[in-house]
């Protein structure tokens, strides 16, 4: 069975603080990564080597991260790694002239790319979570039940009304009834779509003729919600760990949740399934006399003279003397300064942080501060 993916590299931009410079795939994730590694790993390491990925806005960052995509295996002359410039929407009373704004429109416009592939089946994926997902077990029992779609999805607590998530109701066998979010949610355990479908490329294209026909606008109710009542759609169960990010704060709750050794035994530690990324050289990590680190992550290329206390650190991240820093998410190339005390703060890249300063922020609701802030 021969696979191409079609990433949604904007999808899920719910997060505007990290998101104003950058697209939510390339937002920086456990002191090295990209959002994107998870779900780009996830793909490589199910054998599939031809990836296109639908930019939307604010791609360099992506881009930069991406390059030719040789960090992943996916520098070939045939297939590789297609990066998808920004379309203009073909639906609205603007069409042509504006860029699309949703899932769902970025792929009718995708529509000629995907029918001059060789492909027979696609793999459809968001950015925005964090798991290692076997993709290859997904495509295995995809091709052996015949399904014409399969979505694979995470059983978890849901609260009613959660906007969020998207619930996938299926029978004994696996076969999907319904797809349903926001108001029509009960609170209680459900099986939620963790945002990555294998579908037939026929069923795919059929779909979105019906779509573009009806002008729906709506990726869960239009096409998955409608398509399980005409078609043979299937649930992929997976079992290990799986967040989504849609919020600051969840962000800052899925990051700490990597100083837990068994979060990151199911994410790093899966045997044939490393995330990758880009590689950068850098020195190690500078742990100067009289310096203390307690359960934290940190990166290559930091230089600790004072105190962090569970906080993860990226590269290149200056801690000065009498310095406490707890509870925080310094990106690359953050200078803290001598005498500062920080709690529950998200600094952005290459923000500086002036001698003496006190700044506190609290779980629900870190403090955030921008790319090149100077406090």
């Given at each position: ?30 002191c090295?990564?990209?959002l ?29 991260h ?44 995708a ?30 029992q995809?091709e ?44 209680g ?23 573009s ?37 969840e ?6 949740e ?83 005390y ?34």
């Amino acid at each position: 069975m021969s696979t191409i993916a079609l990433l949604f590299a904007g999808a899920g931009n719910s997060v505007p603080e990290l998101t104003d410079i950058r697209s939510m795939a390339s937002v920086p994730f456990g002191c090295r990564y990209r959002l994107i590694d998870f779900t780009l790993s996830n793909l490589v390491n199910a054998g599939i080597s031809h990836v296109a990925i639908l930019t939307q806005h604010n791609y360099q960052s992506l881009m930069d991260h991406l390059g030719s995509g040789k960090e992943w295996d996916l520098a070939r002359r045939n297939g590789g790694l297609d990066i998808l410039p920004p379309f203009f929407t073909v639906m609205g009373p603007q069409a042509g002239v504006n860029l699309f704004t949703s899932s769902l429109e970025g792929l009718l416009n995708a529509r000629n790319y995907l029918e001059s592939s060789s492909e027979d089946t696609v793999i459809l994926s968001d950015c925005d979570t964090v798991n290692n997902l076997d993709v290859g077990a997904l495509l295995r029992q995809h091709e052996e039940t015949g399904a014409d779609l399969t979505i694979a999805v995470y059983r978890m607590m849901v609260e009613a009304g959660n906007r969020n998530v998207e619930v996938v109701r299926s029978d004994g066998t696996g076969r999907v009834s319904d797809v349903y979010s926001g108001n029509d949610i009960t609170s209680g355990r459900k099986d939620v779509s963790m945002r990555l479908f294998a579908v037939s490329k026929r069923v795919l294209l059929n779909l979105l003729t019906d779509v573009s026909v009806h002008r729906y606008t709506d990726i869960v109710h239009d096409l998955l919600a409608r398509g399980a009542k005409k078609y043979d759609f299937r649930i992929y169960r997976h079992n290990g760990y799986h967040r989504m990010i849609n919020s600051l704060a969840e962000y800052f709750d899925r990051s700490m949740e990597l100083l837990d050794d068994n979060v990151r035994e199911q994410l790093f530690r899966v045997p044939g399934r490393p995330v990758l990324t880009k590689v950068h050289n850098s020195v190690p990590a500078d742990y100067k006399e009289g310096s203390l680190v307690r359960n934290s992550l940190i990166a290559d290329g930091c230089v600790i003279e004072g105190n962090v206390e569970n906080s993860i650190l990226f590269r290149g991240v200056h801690v000065g003397k009498n310095t406490s820093v707890e509870n925080c998410i310094l990106m690359q190339d953050t200078t803290v300064e001598n005498h500062v005390y920080m709690n529950c703060v998200i600094t952005d890249k290459s923000v500086r942080i002036r001698e003496g300063r006190v700044l506190s922020g609290h779980q629900t609701k870190p403090f955030y501060i921008g790319k090149n802030g100077d406090v």
